[in-house]
């Protein structure tokens, strides 16, 4: 098979790949969800089969302990988390009107410094782009809140997502060596070394990142609740979650949480106190987590990444955020891997290095016979 040939072939794969992933994008997320913990849980399990367990023994075990910690949370944290969205939804038109107040104040205080006309149209535009972000807000969080129940589908992953994940996590190495033998043989060896980059860059953000998000988020969520914040618990957990790309987490609940106590406290102390929490935080993620749990390795860049997440849930929803950060990895790996290529080729180097070249190599492979015939002549000349 021709190279043309088969760039037309994995072309019409990739292509039906994608179809049927936007097609069926509804029913994938039990079977993602599934994916994604046996890919995370796999070495724990192969940490377990090397002290001795097999294979079915360290699944069963490593999949009971994730189920539990998973029920943990979602009986601890999930009613608090939605009884405080709950009053934050009830609370936001009262917020709305402390920020039309403000914003009417500070309009009072340039008055004297702006001409009328200027004046008007600045109060109409800032009083009425408020309304409209506030309700767009306002919505955009219902529909958070309720389309994604519908979306989640809570029944099918609570059932199916960990049978999924227990039946891809015990019969992982399987899966990988069937996959390893369909590889085209030409190119085996160096689709392997692009998988193992992949593997490397993806287990480095998922695992190391998440990690900081989950710490990040405990973090936040203790140190507003400790601030006084009415809604740091729900702050807290989102920052955590937005902290998926570096800085945007910070950077949102920082706003929120400085907003929100700007409307509940009277004083400015209990407001620094707040900031002061995301400050530390920060702090703890550049100097501590990031270089001990992520590091180097990654090589995803925060806007690639912001890019992808976004595309990701526009095209194919909750699923296509799933998929977002592996579907980066992989582009950014082959993005890489396609510069690396063009940087070695006459593509970049041009014609002219290759021609001066030639001369080169053409003068010592002529050199290189001249010589042999040379010694006989000087030993018959001695003899």
Known sequence: MTAERQIRFWFFGLLVFLILLFFLSSVLLPFVAGMAIAYLLDPVCDKLEA?????????????????????????????????????????????????????????????????DQMLEKLRSAVLGSADNVFSWLTTAVVGVLSGGVAVVNLLSLMVITPVVSFYLLRDWDKIVERVDGWLPRDHAEQIRELVKEVDLTLSGFLRGQGTVCLILGAFYAIGLSIAGLDFGLIVGMTAGILSIVPYVGSIVGLALSVGLALGQFDSLTPVIAVAAVFFAGQMLEGYILTPNLVGDKVGLHPVWLIFGLLAGGTLFGFVGILLAVPVAAVIGVGVRFGLGQYLSSHYYQGTGRAAAQEPAASAAAADAPSAAPEAPSEEKAES
């Open 51 to 115: 002290m001795g367990a097999s294979r079915t023994i360290a699944t069963s075990i490593v999949t009971l302990i994730f189920l539990v910690v998973v029920l943990l949370v979602i009986l601890l944290l999930i009613p608090l988390i939605v009884g405080q969205a709950a009053r934050l939804l009830e609370n936001l038109p009262g917020y709305l009107e402390f920020a039309r107040a403000k914003v009417a104040t500070l309009l009072t205080m340039i008055e004297m410094r702006v001409d």
